[in-house]
């Protein structure tokens, strides 16, 4: 029954995948999107987030550019090579990106990059930015602009 449920929830709700090392901050994104309307499968690593988009094909992509410059380049090059994830947004999350490391991901295939620390209102924003086409519930309105 259980699973049932799970699966009517992934099913009925808009997916997000967030592959996020730090487990706080990864309870914290979880929390938030799913206040967004989002169903959440989350990972620690960029090899299980693979996995879980092609399996998945989810909405929207998390990636959080900590775990390493090299392999959100080698991730990104991943996403947009499988024909079922080439064309998922991928918003980057990641402390110490210059307006270089953000113009090099958005030249590679990324939808967007914000920086740590942020606001959940910018990431939120930039989330419904790339999606527009999304029913989101407005967090804005909620939380106050």
Do not use: W
Not at 41 to 55: F, K, N, P
Not at 106 to 133: T, Y
């Amino acid at each position: 029954m259980l699973r049932h449920c799970l699966s009517f929830a992934l099913n009925s709700m808009k997916k997000a995948l967030l592959i996020e090392q730090d487990s706080d901050l990864r309870a914290s994104l979880t929390m938030f999107l799913e206040l967004a309307n989002f169903a959440i499968v989350d990972t620690q690593d960029s090899v299980t987030g693979l996995q879980q988009a092609i399996a998945l094909q989810p909405e929207l992509i998390f990636f959080d550019l900590d775990i390493s410059l090299a392999e959100g380049h080698g991730i990104l090059y991943a996403f947009r090579s499988q024909s079922k994830t080439a064309n998922i947004p991928v918003i980057f999350i990641g402390e110490n990106i210059t307006d270089n490391i953000h113009q090099e991901l958005l030249n590679l295939g990324a939808s967007g990059c914000i920086g740590k620390p942020f606001n959940f209102i910018e990431l939120f924003r930039l989330g419904k930015k790339k999606l527009p086409e999304l029913k989101l519930i407005d967090l804005t309105d909620l939380m106050g602009s």
